[in-house]
């Protein structure tokens, strides 16, 4: 796909990736149905999937298409290693308003490939530009790997936003700090990089979990916490061995309900910026 031609319009690309350290928080779940919530209202929206898991491209597309596309050069990490415009590994994630990068499992080497690169912190958002400067999109959502290091720093310098997802469990807030740490020092680098907010995520209420994360993360200065939290439901996982989101599968569900609010306050949050 090719957004060359297509007419610019006066509106801001805004940038936002969904990043946490801790495996399991319901990252890749929550910016799949964020983005395609955001569809739904009328936004265009662009997915980024870094994780040589693939689970953003597989939320979206048969597993046959992502074997497809992972056994091909039509992915991100082909994009990042011969540093192309995204503009030419853009497909569509067969959702009205929706397109993706589809990632692969050769981004496992991806640090190896950024080591010997000039201005390597750069390169995603290097070449992203074009597809930022084209205004076609109104949100790019970029799902990180569960790790900090050269990659992830990447990911957060071509990001305008932060979104944190944490899961409401005794380890959901392990290596929180090290995120923080992380982002502090990311930003010497890319000033323009703002926390959105935390999303708390995987919440059963029959837990004192639920309690004690809230009260943790109220402890933190300066974070917004987004009211929507994000259930516990089994109508995620029938979604996922559907290659759906949830918001799309089962409109009605609980959790598709909470995604969509997610969805709205990110929208709401966004103008205080």
Not at 63 to 80: G, P
């Amino acid at each position: 796909m090719s957004i060359e031609n297509l007419k610019h319009t006066d509106r801001k690309t805004v940038t936002i990736c969904f990043a946490n350290n801790k495996g399991g928080s319901g990252k890749t779940t929550t910016c799949s149905n964020v983005g395609a919530s955001l569809s739904a209202m009328g936004r265009k929206v662009l997915l980024i999937d870094g994780d040589m898991q693939m689970n953003l491209t597989l939320a979206f597309l048969e597993e046959e298409k992502v074997l497809e596309y992972c056994s091909s050069e039509k992915n991100l990490y082909h994009a990042v290693k011969n540093q192309n415009d995204l503009q030419d590994y853009i497909v569509s994630a067969e959702i009205t308003d929706l397109d993706l990068i589809p990632s692969s499992t050769l981004m496992s080497s991806i640090e190896y490939e950024l080591f010997t690169k000039w201005q390597r912190e750069f390169i995603l958002g290097k070449i992203l530009q074009k597809v930022k400067d084209s205004h076609f999109y109104d949100y790019i959502l970029i799902d990180a790997p569960p790790t900090l290091g050269g990659w992830v720093m990447n990911i957060l310098c071509a990001s305008d936003h932060l979104i944190i997802p944490v899961e409401a469990s005794p380890w959901g807030l392990f290596g929180l700090a090290n995120m923080f740490e992380f982002l502090q020092t990311t930003r010497e680098i890319a000033p323009q990089l703002e926390v959105l907010g935390i999303v708390i995520t995987k919440v059963d209420e029959r837990k004192n979990y639920v309690k004690q994360t809230r009260e943790s993360l109220a402890d933190l200065e300066d974070v917004y916490i987004f009211p929507a939290m994000i259930h516990v439901d089994s109508s995620v996982e029938w979604a996922q061995d559907n290659s759906k989101p949830v918001v799309t599968y089962k409109k009605n569900s609980r959790s598709a309900r909470e995604y969509q609010s997610l969805a709205l306050d990110i929208i709401k949050h966004l103008e205080s910026f």
